[in-house]
């Protein structure tokens, strides 16, 4: 656990840069399973997202999704997860064409083993749901870039230029 802060009831873990990431293995939109030690040895973009098919995530996948081949060229892997079904995920690539691996997190242990399952508000209603982040991941599965509470535009970008300077 070096790195990370113990987890308290009710309080999420905060992972840290140099801390391991917690292994995951989530369905994707076609119901193929993707865990996170497929991808050792390679850069990994985890970002978490709250839903298909509204605005800023509409926007962050599409984001990604220019910037693939980038990624690609960069030997990293991009992957997007909320906590929507693979079949909601299949509509959401389908209606926007998207070119990103969505995971599905419908339970939010991945999302609570990040620490971005949180306590949100909306007009005074209190609820549980996915704080927008981005982790990069280095080769040898250690959080190399945490960004919390993303603000869309130029995300990507930013993500990117951090692939290539971890890849010296």
């Known amino acids: 656990m070096h790195g990370q802060k113990r987890q308290k009831k009710g309080i999420p ?11 995951f293995a989530l369905p ?4 193929k399973t993707v865990a996170l030690t497929q991808l050792r040895g390679r850069p990994v973009v985890v970002y978490f997202y709250p839903k298909d098919d509204t605005s800023g995530c509409t926007a962050e996948a599409k984001d990604f999704t220019c910037l693939a081949t980038d990624f690609q060229r960069a030997g ?10 693979p079949a909601k995920h ?12 969505l995971l599905s997190d419908e339970n939010h242990s991945v999302a609570e083993a990040f620490g971005v399952w949180v306590e949100k508000a909306m007009y005074g209603r209190k609820y549980m749901g996915i704080e927008r982040a981005t982790f990069l991941i280095d080769k040898a599965g250690k ?9 869309v535009p130029n995300h ?6 951090a692939v290539r300077e971890m890849n010296g």
Request: charged share 30%.
């Open 156 to 161: 990507a970008e930013e993500v990117l230029a």
């Open 13 to 23: 873990m905060t992972l840290t840069e140099g801390s391991s990431a917690p292994d």
């Open 90 to 101: 299949r509509k959401f690539i389908l209606k926007h064409d998207l070119g990103v691996h």
């Open 143 to 151: 959080v190399a870039r945490i960004w919390r509470k993303v603000r």
């Open 28 to 31: 994707d939109s076609e119901e």
């Open 76 to 85: 990293a892997a991009v992957l997007g997860i909320s906590p929507d079904s």
